[in-house]
């Protein structure tokens, strides 16, 4: 059985930064694609970054290049979203999905989510 659990999640100030997890487990995601949502308050859920389990290449929304890396560890069958210079419009709820074709709002496999609040 597939289980992704997101970690690290919380309170920060703006211009502060949190580093996300999302442990994997139940299978092996080679050839699978990896990657973050988030979804606030009276929003859809939205892509925030995404990798290539097996070659690492990456991908971000416009809103977040610069500012958030997403990496993975093969050998923790983990992957990590790092997220710098935060900004109160970055406060949402953080999911982690995969999927072994292309991540998007219908991934195969989610997590249960990590709030993530950005004071201004």
């Known amino acids: 059985q597939v289980q992704l659990v997101e970690s690290g999640g919380g309170l920060v100030q703006a211009g502060g930064s949190l580093r996300l997890s999302c442990a994997a487990s139940g299978r092996t995601f080679s050839g699978y694609i990896l990657g973050w949502f988030r979804q606030s308050i009276g929003k859809e859920r939205e892509f925030v970054a995404a990798i290539n389990w097996s070659s690492g290449g990456t991908s971000y929304a416009h809103s977040v290049k610069g500012r958030f890396t997403v990496s993975r560890d093969n050998a923790k069958n983990s992957m990590y979203l790092q997220m710098n210079n935060l900004e109160p419009d970055d406060t949402a709820v953080y999911y982690c999905?995969?999927?072994?074709?292309?991540?998007?709002?219908?991934?195969?496999?989610w997590g249960q989510g990590t709030q993530v609040t950005v004071s201004s």
């Open positions: 999905a995969a999927d072994p074709s292309a991540v998007s709002t219908r991934s195969l496999y």
